[in-house]
């Protein structure tokens, strides 16, 4: 399904980006993972994409992510879904992130 095979890329795209040095297509594979993860509703899957996005994250977007992944973590915790609002404040970090910005 999908997010396997994202999670599969993302992975491979990650030891290959390491090793060249450049982060942008591991980042834009996680960014892909926490999104669609975020809209099937599998909140643990999306707080673990979430943290390793935060390693991409710059300036004050690392404090948004640690905002999201707050949430996500009381999301879990109470066993509630991922909102609209929630999808959207992770949708516009996560391009924010891929886009470099800080």
């Known amino acids: ?6 999670k599969i890329e993302y992975k491979k795209s990650w030891s290959e980006s390491k090793l060249k040095g450049d982060l942008k297509r ?6 892909k993972v926490v ?3 975020a809209a ?3 909140i643990e899957n999306t707080l673990k ?3 390793d996005l935060k390693n991409y ?3 004050e977007f690392k404090k948004d992510v640690d905002d999201i992944i707050e949430k996500l973590k009381y999301l879990m915790k ?3 879904v991922i909102s609209d609002e929630l ?3 992770i949708n516009i970090i996560i391009h924010q992130i891929k886009m470099g910005r800080e």
Do not use: P, W
């Not at 399904?1 to 994202?6: N, V």
């Open 1 to 6: 399904d999908l997010i396997e095979y994202l």
């Open 26 to 31: 591991s980042c834009f594979y996680c960014g």
């Open 35 to 37: 999104t669609v993860c």
């Open 40 to 42: 099937h509703n599998d």
């Open 49 to 51: 994409y979430t943290i």
């Open 57 to 59: 994250a710059r300036g």
């Open 78 to 80: 109470e066993k509630m």
């Open 87 to 89: 999808q959207k404040q």
